[in-house]
């Protein structure tokens, strides 16, 4: 399985709510059924709990090792999602947040899959 060890974070830096917006557009992971390459788009939308609340960000260069942890792993698209959702929810503890995959076509079929924690309004669920 992907390698959760591989993230880090680091305190918010701020006591007012923001909205923090990832996306990583080389994510590589493998077809469980064919063991063919899939490739897709992570974008990760998240509002962290503020420094007063002890909240926290993922560390970029963290996450980017993190999401290259699945290159070689045999996993369905909605797997992938719900994962990184899980990890990141338990790394940061945040007051919303949205994981969206996007995947390249296959077939003539393409995929977008998404993974919510908490209240998430509706604006960022596109």
């Not at 064919?34 to 709990?49: A, N």
């Not at 045999?74 to 790394?91: H, P, Q």
């Not at 947040?97 to 077939?107: A, E």
Request: proline share 7%; glycine share 8%; with cysteine.
């Amino acid at each position: 399985m992907p390698d959760t060890s591989l993230l880090e974070s680091f305190p918010t830096p701020s006591d007012t709510p923001f909205v923090i917006e990832h996306t990583s557009e080389e994510f590589t992971s493998v077809c469980p059924v064919t063991g063919h390459p899939d490739f897709g788009e992570v974008t990760l939308i998240f509002e962290p709990r503020t420094n007063k609340a002890g909240g926290t960000c993922v560390e970029l260069k963290s996450l980017k090792l993190y999401l290259q942890s699945f290159r070689n792993e045999g996993i369905y698209y909605e797997a992938v999602t719900n994962s990184i959702r899980d990890d990141l929810a338990k790394l940061m503890e945040p007051t919303w947040m949205v994981v969206r995959t996007d995947w390249k076509g296959r077939g003539g079929i393409k995929s977008t899959i998404r993974a919510t924690v908490g209240d998430v309004p509706g604006m960022w669920l596109r």
